[in-house]
């Protein structure tokens, strides 16, 4: 089960794999163009993740020479590819739809990967995930009425600031689950943010 963040890494790197063998640096920059959830993922990371995948046999390493006449790095590239193993284990990976793969971190990545999901289990996971978020919503309101007589006016603001950034999202799962109940309808793409210069 992806129950830690260890573990979400473990399935968004197997999930990068399914699509190709990739050297390290490759499988971080995916993650991070892929998976946003991942901005700071790390190699002391995501090394960790490769050798645990590679000793539970769902990977494979080779060493890519360097090609004669050519500029590359001083070392050889080390390659991992999926085995036929790590393919299956992938594949029971994006079906858990238990209240793991609700929490945020697992969440994110099981959600960047739902093209490669059953539709039953991305109505789960939204589903699951939208419970989970009404469930802190009532936390949330319950903490602000309890201390809001204590609470200066920018700890207030900041407490409603997290109340209406959960809200938001219930808002777009309620979108998303309403999409997959209704296949032909789509869910409408959220513009991105554009950085400011």
Known sequence: MVRKRGDVVLLAVLAL??????????VRKRLDQRLGVFRALSYGTLYPALRALQAGGCITETTQERLPGTISPKRA???????????DRLGALLEESGPEAWE???????FALFGKVAPRTRL???EGRRARLLERLEQMN?????????????????????VETVRS???WLERLITAEHHPTTSPTPTPTPKETP
């Open 17 to 26: 794999l399914a699509d190709g063998p990739l050297h390290g640096y490759e």
């Open 77 to 87: 590239r080390v390659v991992y590819e999926i085995t036929a193993h790590g393919r």
């Open 104 to 110: 945020d971190d697992a969440f994110g990545v099981h």
């Open 124 to 126: 789960r996971i939204l």
């Open 142 to 162: 319950r903490s602000i009425e309890r201390t809001q007589a204590q609470l200066d006016v920018y700890a207030l603001e900041a407490q409603r600031h997290g």
């Open 169 to 171: 999202e219930v808002d």
